[in-house]
């Protein structure tokens, strides 16, 4: 067998007897390049990736978790009943569902015009730059973020101060901890995530086709509600479910922007886990309860939005 | 008159497009100025300015060790995130392998699970693999969330790649793990590296895997969590501050080298 002659470290390497009989000798054969290349892929993608998620499902199962010596835990589904028979239990899931639609459609009208403003009026060369300064604040991170907001929101932060100094108002409006303070927070940590979907897709309607409805007598509205809207569509559906995703999700931003009237779903899930431990499997059952009830609202929206690709084309 | 009813869309969307610049860096720009105000509360307007909260900051053990603890599995899960997910991109692009699309809908599930759930699943998960938890246990979770970034960004790059490149080098003696090392690698290098800037921002800033995984060591946002909850003062600025230069640094770097690599 013939080996080229390489005058680098890995010629050393490769010409070794040791790589010749493992690794040389396993990529020789289709067999071997094929367990190379799907074993740990796979194996990693049914055990982490997968794997969490069946372990899940299989605890809200069970009557009791973690195992104590002298219980025995059975099978049951009196953890997805606790759900239904309290009201502490499921209205933070309906108020996690009404900020995360609110924060969703609120998002998607104010970062649309940003978006197509990037697109399709910012210069080709501009565009980088015009892209860059809007992601500067999205490398904070949650937690400086959501930070940052109180600095705005609070009863002594600018706003209040401003308003006071002005002559608005006397004493502070309280808007920290409050649905609008939560509210407001949420939108300013996720809007990022709808700014690229929707400028990826505005940026691929070739411009001639708004030029032809202009020609054609067509204004700036109807151009946008019968051109650049439908052909946006992939771009709202993906963006709006990224952001409605993100926004179920997540868990610090209540807890430091919300009061006691803003309780979200996380927060209730958190508390089967630091609490009592054997309170595990209602946990579990209430993050399976929001994991399903959260996908089947992103994918009734995508039906709704996005189903009717032949129309857009 | 044509001309000014046509531009005035133009306008309002330049002007859109600033005042969303503006909110979007109010609140960071406040947050900064906040750290400099000499006073032990936070609290509008800042009247005496000082550099003392930053001298506090960086003498803070408590903080050096957060940002070390951070650094640490933020490169542990960076490299182990980099390794798999160009595995798996491999194993994407892979000829005569069937179940590609279901391969790739897998590896993009904890991409879609909202974060909480995925924190949740894998505090289970550890449990019943009996691992502890701890700095194992946050890397895991991290490298978990971080891996779809890492194929998607992957397979692009790997999908634009001329299949004679590889074809070539295998005609000139490598074998397919060689040609891998010496041409593919090489060739997803500035998309990688890319995907791995990501990857340590990601992980720096996690904070709902590390609440439920990590132990009583704090990582970066857990200890500026544990500040804000127990009290404000323009130390957590000061901090905060020092975090969101040194990331947005690091971002605008990546950011950088990735357009720096596409020109070419």
């Known amino acids: 067998m013939s080996v080229p002659k390489y005058s680098t470290g890995m010629a050393k390497v490769v010409n070794s007897s040791l790589y010749q009989h493992t690794l040389g000798a396993a990529v020789e054969s289709r067999i071997g390049r094929i367990i190379l290349l799907a074993s740990v892929p796979l194996l990693w993608l049914i055990m982490l990736h997968v794997g969490p998620i069946y372990q899940m499902l299989k605890i809200s199962l069970l009557s009791h978790y973690p195992v104590q010596p002298g219980v025995e835990s059975h099978f049951t589904l009196a953890n997805y009943a606790i759900f239904f028979q309290e009201s502490i239990y499921f209205t933070p899931l309906i108020k996690s569902f009404i900020f995360a639609t609110g924060a969703t459609a609120f998002t998607l009208v104010v970062v649309y015009p940003v978006a197509y403003y990037v697109a399709k009026i910012v210069k080709p060369q501009g565009r980088s730059k015009a892209l860059l300064l809007l992601l500067v604040p999205f490398w904070a991170g949650e937690l400086i973020r959501t930070f940052s907001v109180i600095m705005l929101l609070a009863n002594r932060g600018a706003v209040n101060v401003l308003l006071r100094e002005i002559g608005l108002i006397d004493r502070p409006i309280p808007m920290l901890y409050t649905s609008f303070s939560l509210g407001f927070g949420l939108v300013y940590l996720i809007c990022l995530y709808m700014l690229l979907p929707l400028y990826s897709a505005i940026e691929k309607i070739p411009s ?85 009830t959260a996908l089947i609202a992103a994918a009734i929206f995508m039906r709704l939005v996005g189903g009717s690709k032949r129309r857009a084309i | 008159m044509r001309s000014l009813f046509s531009d005035a869309p133009r306008v309002t969307l330049t002007a859109i497009y600033w005042a969303f610049i503006f909110y979007l860096l109010l609140p960071l720009t406040l947050m900064m100025a906040m750290s400099f105000k000499d006073a032990n509360f936070v609290a509008f307007p800042i ?218």
């Open chain 1, 208 to 292: 001639p086709l708004l030029d032809a409805a202009a020609d054609l007598g067509a204004g700036p509205f109807t151009r946008f509600r019968r051109i650049i809207l439908p052909l946006s569509r992939d771009g709202i559906v993906s963006g709006c479910s990224l952001v409605f995703l993100t926004c179920i999700g997540v868990f610090a931003t209540p807890m430091l922007l919300g009061g006691p009237n803003t309780v979200l779903f996380p927060e209730t899930i958190s508390s089967f886990f630091h609490g009592a431990s054997d309170k595990w499997p209602v946990g579990a059952a209430f993050a399976l309860i929001m994991l399903v």
């Open chain 2, 47 to 264: 009247g005496e300015w000082t550099l003392d909260w930053y001298a506090k900051v960086l003498q803070d053990k408590q903080f050096l060790e957060a940002c070390l603890y951070s650094i640490m599995i933020a490169a542990a899960t960076t490299l182990a995130a980099t390794v798999l997910g160009v595995w798996i991109a491999m194993l994407i692009v892979a000829e005569g392998i069937k179940g590609q699309v279901i391969i790739f809908a897998l590896a993009c599930l904890p991409a879609v699970v909202p974060g909480m759930i995925s924190a949740i699943s894998l505090r289970i998960f550890i449990s019943t693999i009996d691992m502890p938890t701890g700095t194992a246990a946050i890397i895991l979770g991290h490298t978990v969330h971080a891996v779809p970034f890492v194929v998607v960004m992957a397979l692009t790059r790997l999908r634009s790649m001329p299949g004679n490149l590889v074809d070539a080098a295998r005609d000139l003696g490598a074998d397919s793990f060689v040609a891998f090392l010496r041409v593919t690698l090489p060739y997803l290098g500035p998309a990688l590296f890319g995907g791995m800037i990501f990857c340590v921002l990601l992980s720096i800033d996690d904070f709902v895997r590390t609440f439920f995984l990590g132990g009583y060591r704090p990582t970066l946002p857990m200890l500026i969590f544990a500040k804000v909850q127990g009290g404000m003062s323009p130390e957590i600025n000061a901090m905060a501050t020092l975090v969101l230069v040194v990331t947005a640094a690091v971002g605008l770097y990546a950011e950088y080298l990735t357009r720096r690599a596409r020109t070419r």
